[in-house]
């Protein structure tokens, strides 16, 4: 008899059993407690009681797709009890809308089981929950296997009668068996909003000349008045009563009908008018009503009336603004109105701790702490700009997503803002942005736009999202404000994964953006910056020597020159950019990774070379991670990184066997690597040179982080015979030319260049700058100049999308125009050769 079987035959006897116990009772047995509102919904056809006689109601039109698979059914599903549950599939499913009885917290509970694939990889979808994404990349495969029960559960809050779920197919289609759904408990009341703090913003007197006030405090000289504005200073030698600050109110304007600033941000701002009047000696001679941004917020005041005469009286008021400018008005109903300073500060939510500077601490690796307001700013154009509160705008990213770049309006006067700068250039086509975050917390995020090409609505629509939802529908800036007028969309994200993605979804022509800036709503904790490695080597390694000062062979130019016209002389003139092929397939694994034995599959009569499986064993009890996956391309190559062994591997022609094993055509082991140089033992790596190649791949993270602190790892087609120079140990050159470089060969970009000058792409600016510090190795010969960089594989598996697509924005063989190749300076054979 089969488990399934035995389980259905099982359940008969129970229920005889329970009918002839309850003949037997002299009252009936007491109810069972009531669950919690719970719902239950199956994928078959037709109810299913699970072992607890608990009804799943039969779904089986409410998934949105009336495909259905019975591969499982009647058969033993692994890891439950609950076969009936498992057995059959909703292929294709879209969703599901359950009502509920009330407003609160619902955890739900999917059941999956995979009954096609045993491999991972092969079926990957997102998750969503009342327009949310709950779960990313669930792949059940790699989770659990083939035909073995998979549970997934997360707590929604739903506040409009009715639980949404939807299912995002990534890779394949989706797979879903069953749903529960139960009410856990009331959504939790927000906790009250922290009392805000000021931002100072502007600091205006009315003198002629910036004064100070007793903190030492700057206020600047009047500007942005309007109307009939006159000043005086008849009270500039005279004692103010009830102020420290009599400077601020010795002097004043009067006669003005409004005032205008720009504010950084759409927000609240709190406004404080300095007053005195040192006139009238009687109430109702002067008085006057202010308006901000259309409302009134002060009426009647008359300062005499308030304080008396040359007495200091501030009046306060909190105003929100929208379109970047913070507006007053002021109207006159007894004499003239009359101002002497104005400060205005936008009010931002308090960090949670204590006023004051806080703290540095360690974190728990030792590295220094420190809590403060993140800040991150960066404007579309290959050099910084400082804006007039002194805030430094990074110049463009390789995280932006693209290199397209627009100065139609250079030099013009960018209407509604005094920022021109910030929005004269724009970056067009842009499809994302990448921010590595320093915690946990909420940030908010300004795009700054400025249409330059259209001069009517309709021509220029995408939309915005942010970690996954969208955060602006529809955006036309021209609709909006107007062409080459400043448009700023504000939004707050709360990221959780330390990286703030922003994506733009092109829905007529291509997205724009002239800048892009990122606070903190709160403290965090930040870290000191420190180079970033991707493995741990030894401090001295070549990998991370600076050489920027390094002595350069005689024959540098002449090396130079023959490689810019390797570089020109093939595919279209331009340097690879290894990202999607021939490229270095990482893998960073945890520990406790299952460890297996990789087979060799380059022996044609079958005779295995020595220290592959004896002595040193480089290819017995490897932890390939199940969710591996060799580069593209020929090469087929593997690096295997465990930094709690201390070991790095890497392999060539890596494979995925049949049975689900690996097999490598050679490779190599580098044991205690974190004090090594990164050298493979003589005749093992995957390298021509005997070099480690992952420590010099551009990866990922160099990308997002906008700064590479390492060597780079470079192949070229010509790499001189018969030679290497340290750090290689072996080569597989064939020119006879002596200007080819030799394995191992260090050069640099020139550092004394002034990189402004080229028309580099933003990731082939990041690569030049590491280039002037830590410079080039020659690590293998190839079929062009290409510089190697990680593979977007892994990722790609968990969100469907590759991610370089996004960091380079464009053609990967782009990603190195107009690099200067014959600006490079070769060093001496064996250069830092201890």
């Known amino acids: 008899m089969s488990s399934h079987a035995r389980r259905r035959a099982g359940g008969l006897l129970t229920a005889l059993v329970l009918v002839l116990t309850s003949l037997t009772m002299a009252s009936p047995p007491p109810a069972a407690a009531t669950d919690a509102w719970t719902h239950r919904v199956t994928t078959n056809n037709s109810p299913v009681t699970d072992s607890m006689g608990r009804v799943w109601e039969s779904g089986v039109n409410r998934f949105g797709t009336d495909r259905r698979s019975w591969i499982l059914f009647n058969k033993d599903v692994l890891g439950t009890t609950e076969d009936d549950l498992y057995e059959v599939n909703a292929v294709g499913a879209k969703g599901l809308t359950a009502p509920v009885p009330s407003q609160g917290v619902y955890r739900v509970r999917l059941l999956f089981a995979e009954d096609w694939y045993s491999e991972a990889g092969r079926r990957v979808f997102d998750v969503v929950g009342e327009g949310k994404v709950m779960e990313k990349g669930v792949d059940i495969a790699a989770r659990a296997g083939k035909g073995r029960a998979y549970d997934l559960t997360f707590d929604v809050e739903v ?17 879903v068996s069953a749903v529960e759904i139960t009410r856990v408990g009331d959504i939790p009341a927000p906790p009250p909003p922290p009392a805000p703090v000021e931002r100072p913003v502007v600091r205006m007197s009315s003198w002629d000349h910036p004064v100070k006030d007793s903190s030492g405090t700057e206020w600047t000289t009047p500007r942005g008045w309007t109307g009939n504005v006159r000043r005086s200073t008849t009270l500039g030698s005279v004692p103010i009563d009830k102020t420290d600050d009599d400077i601020l109110y010795q002097s004043a304007v009067y006669g003005m009908s409004g005032w205008s600033t720009p504010v950084p941000e759409p927000g609240d701002y709190r406004v404080r008018l300095h007053l005195v009047d040192g006139w009238w000696t009687e109430p109702g001679r002067r008085v006057f009503d202010v308006g901000a941004e259309g409302k009134t917020v002060a009426k009647g005041i008359d300062i005499f009336a308030e304080v008396g005469r040359r007495t200091a009286l501030v009046r306060e008021f909190t105003v929100h603004v929208d379109d970047g400018r913070l507006d007053l008005t002021f109207t006159a109903l007894a004499d003239n109105a009359i101002v002497s300073a104005v400060a205005v500060d936008q009010l931002v939510p308090a960090p949670p701790s204590t ?53 139609k309006m250079a030099g013009w006067d960018i209407k509604g803002t005094d920022e021109d700068e910030l929005y004269r250039a724009n970056v067009w086509d842009v499809r994302g942005y990448e921010l590595p975050v320093p915690a946990k917390a909420t940030y908010r995020v300004r795009l700054l736009m400025a249409e330059d090409s259209y001069w009517s609505p309709g021509h220029r629509i995408f939309d915005v999202m942010a970690e996954g939802q969208i955060r602006a529908a529809d955006v036309d800036i021209t609709a909006a404000v107007g062409p080459a007028t400043a448009h700023d969309l504000v939004f707050d994200v709360p990221v959780a994964d330390g990286r703030l993605d922003l994506r733009f979804v092109a829905k007529k022509d291509l997205p724009l953006i002239s800048a892009i800036e990122v606070v903190s709503t709160s403290e965090v904790p930040i870290p000191a910056d420190a180079p970033h490695r991707e493995v741990t080597l030894a401090p001295n390694s070549f990998y991370t020597q600076d050489i920027s000062k390094a002595p350069v062979r005689e024959d540098s130019k002449a090396m130079a020159d023959a490689l810019a016209g390797e570089v020109s002389s093939r595919y279209g003139g331009i340097a690879a950019f290894n990202a999607y092929s021939y490229h270095v397939g990482h893998h960073r694994v945890p520990a406790g990774t299952k460890r297996v034995d990789v087979r060799y599959s380059c022996s044609p009569d ?34 295997i990184y465990d930094p709690t062994s201390d070991e790095l591997w890497e392999f060539w022609q890596m494979r995925r066997d049949p049975d689900g094993g690996w097999s490598a055509c050679w490779g190599g082991r580098i044991d205690d ?24 791949m551009v990866s990922l993270a160099d990308v997002r982080r906008g700064r590479i602190d390492h ?13 290497f120079s340290w750090p290689a140990n072996r080569t597989d050159g064939t020119s006879s030319s002596p200007l080819a470089p030799v394995e191992g060969q260090r050069f640099r970009l020139n550092p004394a260049l002034d990189l402004d000058r080229y028309n580099l792409t933003p990731l082939g600016r990041m690569i030049a700058e590491a280039a002037q510090t830590y410079g080039f190795v020659v690590t293998d010969r190839g079929g062009s100049v290409a510089v190697a960089a990680e593979s977007g594989a892994l990722e790609r598996q968990a969100t469907g999308s590759d991610p370089w697509d996004s960091l380079i924005g464009g053609h990967a063989w782009d990603v190195m125009h107009e690099f200067p190749w014959n600006e490079v300076q070769f060093l001496p054979m064996d250069h830092g050769r201890p």
């Not at 690597?673 to 010099?696: D, E, N, R």
Request: charged share 20%; hydrophobic share 35%.
């Open 159 to 175: 506040t409009d009668g009715a639980l949404d779920l939807g299912f995002v197919a990534r890779v394949e289609n989706t797979l």
């Open 355 to 407: 006023p004051g500077p806080t703290p540095t601490t360690p974190d728990p690796g030792g590295t220094p702490v420190e809590k403060r307001i993140f800040e991150s700013r960066m404007v579309a154009r290959p050099t910084p700009v400082t804006d007039s509160a002194g805030h430094v705008w990074s110049r463009w990213s390789a995280t932006l997503g693209s290199w397209r770049t627009s100065t």
């Open 606 to 639: 079958g005779r295995i070379p020595p220290s592959l499986y004896d002595g040193p064993g480089y290819f017995r009890e490897v932890p390939v991670p199940d969710d591996a996956e060799a580069a593209a391309g020929d090469d087929g190559q593997m690096t």
């Open 673 to 696: 690597v974190s004090t090594s140089q990164g050298i493979f033992p003589l005749g093992f790596g995957a390298s021509a040179s005997g070099l480690a190649v992952t420590p010099g």
């Open 711 to 723: 060597a780079l790892s470079i192949s070229l087609p010509e790499v001189r015979s018969g030679a």
